[in-house]
């Protein structure tokens, strides 16, 4: 199994319950078989030798997953199963949970070894709701051991977004911008989820980079490391130096502040006053920072972060923001273009200045900002600090857009979709690309505009909507949007343009 960085690693344990009633050996059975499905999928787990049939049994199982050092569980129902029992392990095992149950086998066990665990699920599910716990149950929560082994490789993936978040810190440096009022969300729904903030000033983050020597050994070497991944990139040599030391300094800083956290993130302020004060951009840091795991967004936009790193959890690669910026003219395509199932209207460009880590990027070299080079400096002349982007063209491929954002009043709210970036050539500046989402129109103007989420959207580059979604619901947020297909209103949608 991969191994992330600035990522948790999740031990599972899988704990078996019968109730007593019933034969143990039908689930003793069962558990042996389902142990051996997920080993041969490369899952790496933990069986505890207690089978739950009471609630002593239950503390026991739940002794042996702690000394195994599990992080999160699986309650297997081998048969109906003792549900007020098997809810107490869920509330104090204190990690993700996940329960499945199992399917008859064949109809030569209808008789004595018939596990009626398709019932048993009902009252597990039940006592769950009794405790108040958050517990992922699959949509087919009961099936045969190769069948439940993916929807429990599927939890790992779920668990690691989870214990990702409870370890969480994310650090910001600067005020959110004026100009940027979709960046000012509230924090306290951030608090609610479990994650910390530590939020601080642009004279913090310049007094940190002007600690760092340009002779210091990590900054020689992290000049090295840029050397090599620009490549034929490296338009800007000077350059290095103050990027090396400024990407050492912010990592640094991250090392020191974790506090009670285990994994940290950033929000940074990273214009206008910042190039002024710096000497140059700070995108590709960023993006070097994001290909490590540890996601900086731009604008200080907390939430930005926040939904980049769990694109990253649930991806098991580097995610980044980007802006939904702008239409795809008609011109840049033809009619035997593929568009993986969108139409053209569901097209749109995915921008930001510099920021996307260069595994991502189909080609890529370093630049300076347009936009900010107009802002600040005599565009007739050589740029010089607002230089420090990565640009070019986003790599083709799946994708997932994604975001959780806080609103005015303190609610979550988030909307997953699904798509493509599309081999063609953006012709503009910026990391960007072409993607493509199918049903994106209409989920632009009745989810995006309707229900106000800002420009900024993580992107994973990967589909991996069904983990995000599952995820976020366990973290309680009920209004999780994705496309609908045509024939399917939005609430509030005029049904007579679906028939225009």
């Known amino acids: 199994m991969k191994r992330l960085k600035n990522a948790p690693q999740v031990k599972l344990a899988l704990v078996g319950v019968s109730r007593d009633c019933f034969s143990i050996e039908i689930t003793r059975n069962r558990l042996k078989a389902l142990a051996k499905a997920c080993r041969e999928k490369g899952l790496k787990i933990t069986v505890c030798k207690t089978i739950i049939e009471n609630e002593t049994d239950a503390m026991a199982a739940l002794a042996e997953a702690t ?30 949970v996940m329960a499945c149950a199992a399917a008859e086998e064949s109809k030569k066990c209808l008789l004595n070894g018939r596990g009626d665990a398709f019932c048993g699920m009902l009252n597990a599910s039940y006592n769950f709701n009794l405790r108040q716990l958050d517990v992922h149950i699959p949509q087919m929560p009961v099936g045969l051991p190769e069948q439940l082994a993916v929807e429990i490789e599927h939890f790992q993936t779920i668990a690691r977004i989870l214990l990702g978040v409870a370890g969480l810190k994310i650090f910001s440096f600067g005020p959110r911008p004026h100009d940027f009022y979709a960046c000012n969300a509230p924090i306290g729904p951030l608090y609610d989820l479990g994650v910390e903030v530590m939020e601080n000033s642009e004279l913090d983050m310049l ?12 900054v020689k070497r992290t000049v090295r490391e840029m050397t090599k991944e620009l490549g034929d990139g490296n338009t800007y040599p000077d350059l290095l130096p103050k990027l090396a030391r400024f990407e050492v300094a912010l990592k640094r800083f991250a090392e020191d502040n974790l506090g009670s956290r285990q994994y940290a993130i950033f929000a940074n302020k990273c214009w206008p006053a910042f190039e002024k004060a710096f000497g140059f951009v700070p995108c590709y840091v960023n993006s070097r920072l994001s290909a490590v795991g540890m996601p900086v967004a731009c604008e200080v936009d907390l939430y930005g972060a926040f939904s980049e790193y769990l694109c990253y959890l649930a991806s098991e690669t580097p995610a980044t923001l980007l802006d939904i910026n702008n239409s795809v003219p008609a011109d ?11 139409t053209a209207a569901d097209l749109f460009m995915g921008f930001h200045c510099g920021n996307t880590p260069s595994c991502h990027m189909k080609n890529c070299s370093l630049k300076y900002q347009l936009i900010m080079n107009r ?12 230089r420090g982007t990565l640009e070019g063209q986003i790599a083709p491929g799946e994708i997932t857009f994604f975001r959780v954002q806080g609103s005015a009043d303190g609610e979550l709210s988030s909307y997953v979709a699904q798509g493509n970036v599309l081999d063609i050539d953006p012709q503009s500046f910026g990391a960007i690309g072409v993607f493509a989402i199918p049903d994106f129109a209409r989920f632009y103007r009745h989810v995006l505009i309707e229900k106000h989420f800002p420009h900024h959207g993580a992107v994973a580059f990967k589909q991996c909507g069904k983990a995000l979604f599952d995820a976020i619901k366990l973290f309680g947020i009920d209004d999780i949007n994705t496309p609908l297909p045509d024939g399917m209103p939005y609430p509030g949608e005029n049904p007579f343009e679906l028939l225009s």
């Open 332 to 342: 840049m395509t033809t009619k035997k273009t593929n568009l993986k199932g969108a």
């Open 207 to 218: 007094q940190l980079y002007e600690a760092v020597d340009e002779k210091d050994s990590a």
């Open 375 to 386: 802002l600040m400096e005599d565009p007739s002349k050589e740029p010089d600090i607002t």
């Open 67 to 96: 000394d195994a050092g599990a992080n999160a569980a699986v309650i297997y129902l081998g048969n109906f199963g003792p549900e007020g029992p098997l809810a107490i392990f869920a509330e104090e095992f204190g990690g993700p």
